[in-house]
């Protein structure tokens, strides 16, 4: 029976007394027993390895902060308020304000968070007790890079996003320690907040942790939009690329959140993002949550510009270009992974005569523009080519430009954002660059030479004369930026941009250029 009854002795009274005693005792061994039920059962429940409760699927393409709680009518998917994103152009130049509104006939069909667990009850001060194994985690910073600083977060993390915070909480006493992060891929960029990483000293009641109110089982991934991105080139080079290699190695299992979230750059690029991550994107900076990963990435890391340098690539599985634009055609399902074939003893005469390589003519709309089109058409197609001309819309869907230019074999542009879409072209697919005057090659060949070569495409390389600038005809050929370019360089950047980018267009000398197309075909001979 209770606890009285192993206390009685050979010498046992019977009175009254001594009975009611024992009934004392049975009542508070039972009030005990029951207290240990139901405490035990709310372990369970705010315990880190309770089994997760899924929440209903809703169509969003961002996070909204208060809506993972369940219980909610947010997670019943009473809430039809949601982040419709909006397609925007390939172009140079950044959307402007009324132009990155999101139409109400937008709807991807994104997934809500599989991988929380959001309760209704308080969480405990400390929902680590039953952490295994015991360990205190890490925090890898990596700022000496070129470009970008970036921290990886192992443990106990948690990020509180309207605090721009991520904390790791360690199990033991450990040193506390502190970094300010922009994550952004270009360091010192204006207009990115910083988050700060923070590893606590103790999980002590003298250094509490933030309690979880969202518990995820997949890792988190913190960056920033905004910056350069608006910019066709900057899209690839500075987002979409550094994400590629940060989220892959977890085949869509991970959550990212974004700082500086621009709706309509996830619009435009959805595809993309859906598919490496299954989780709606978490508006960062007004989300309220303290959510808790087993490892956070805060900033994304960009190795070279528009490229992937494979030793770098973190989780010990390298990628490349070639991976990075296979991607792309497997997102875009685009059909060509290769392009035409000119090899003579593979078809008949008559049928090589039909079978011509295609050339996309990318002709720009202002600056750096091809000033002589129908000549240079006309000497590609004396070369051999079946040519059009291309001038992409602002407001062209991604996937429409990347089906147009996969079905090309020849890829032909001023330096400039237009070239970015090499990385819809077929493996073995050439890339011609027009250099414009000014001793730009350096920077051409970093921007687009160098990753598109890496991309498995073959590269060409063009640099026009003074005679072909127009600079020619409105300075002068006695003025320094003709006579002596590297006065210019030295005088700085903006004075650079201002002429050789900014009030330069090209008139190609196509008896110049025939032998950079005849090489073009011979590239496609040898494929």
């Known amino acids: 029976m209770g606890s ?36 035990t059962q709310q372990f369970a429940i705010t315990s880190p390895d309770a089994a997760p409760t899924m929440t209903p699927h809703r169509k969003q393409a961002i996070s909204t902060p208060g809506a993972v709680e369940t219980g909610t009518p947010e997670a019943r998917g009473e809430d039809k308020a949601e982040t419709k994103p909006v397609d925007a152009s390939s172009g140079d130049e950044t959307p402007k304000e009324e132009e990155q509104q999101q139409p109400q006939d937008a709807e991807p069909e994104w997934k ?10 308080e969480p405990p001060k400390r929902d680590d007790a039953a952490a295994e194994p015991l360990d205190n985690g890490k925090v890898v910073c990596t700022t000496e890079g070129p470009f970008s600083d970036t921290c990886d977060v192992f443990g106990d993390v948690r990020t509180n996003g309207t605090a721009h915070t991520v ?46 109110t969202v518990t995820h089982r997949v890792p988190g991934i913190v960056f920033a939009l905004g910056g350069l991105t608006g910019n066709y080139f900057h899209d690839f080079s500075d987002a979409l690329v550094p994400l590629f290699v940060a989220s892959r190695r977890y085949g869509g299992e991970v959550q ?6 621009q709706p309509w750059w996830l619009g435009k690029y959805e595809a993309v993002v859906r598919r490496l991550s299954k989780y709606d994107v978490v508006d960062l900076d007004h989300d309220d949550q303290i959510r808790c990963f ?75 523009k091809f000033v002589n089109v129908p000549e240079i058409v006309k000497a590609a197609e004396k070369a051999g080519f079946e ?113 050789y980018l900014g ?18 075909i011979e590239h496609l001979r040898q494929k």
């Open 503 to 520: 009030k330069q267009d090209v008139r190609v000398d196509v008896e110049r250029f025939a032998p950079t197309l005849a090489l073009a």
């Open 112 to 121: 809500k968070p599989e991988d929380t667990v959001a309760t209704e009850e």
């Open 294 to 368: 087993p490892s956070v990435t805060v900033g994304l890391r960009m190795h070279k510009e528009f490229d992937i340098v494979p030793e770098l690539v973190p989780g010990g599985a390298p990628l490349s270009m070639v991976d990075f634009t296979a991607f792309l055609r497997e997102t875009y399902t685009l059909p060509r992974a290769a392009p035409i074939s000119l090899m003579k003893d593979i078809s008949p005469p008559e049928d090589q005569e039909k079978r011509k390589p295609r050339l996309m003519l990318l002709h720009r709309g202002h600056y750096r």
């Open 167 to 212: 904390t790791l909480v360690p199990v033991t006493q450990t040193e506390s320690r502190e970094w300010k992060i922009q994550p952004y891929t270009r360091r010192g960029m204006s207009g990115i907040s910083e988050v700060t990483v923070t590893q606590l000293d103790s999980t002590s009641a003298d250094s509490p942790a933030p309690a979880c």
């Open 256 to 261: 990212l959140l974004a700082s500086n979230i």
């Open 4 to 39: 009285g009854e192993g206390k009685q002795g050979k010498g046992l009274v019977k009175g009254w007394a001594q009975r009611y005693l024992n009934l004392g005792f049975v009542a508070g061994f039972l009030l005990v027993l029951l207290t240990y039920i139901v405490v």
């Open 387 to 499: 040519v059009s001309i291309a001038d992409p819309r602002f407001d062209v869907k991604v996937e429409e430009l990347a089906r147009s230019v996969n079905s090309f074999d020849v890829l032909l542009g001023v330096h400039g954002a237009g070239l970015t879409n090499a990385v819809f072209m077929p493996t073995g697919a050439v890339v011609i660059q027009v250099v414009p005057y000014g001793n730009l090659e350096h920077m051409a060949k970093v921007d687009f030479g160098d990753p598109v070569a890496d991309m498995g495409l073959r590269y060409l390389e063009y640099s026009i004369t003074a005679e072909e600038s127009t600079l020619l005809e409105m300075l002068g050929p006695d003025h320094p930026v003709i006579k002596d370019p590297e006065s210019v360089h030295r005088s700085g950047w903006d004075k650079v941009a201002e002429y």
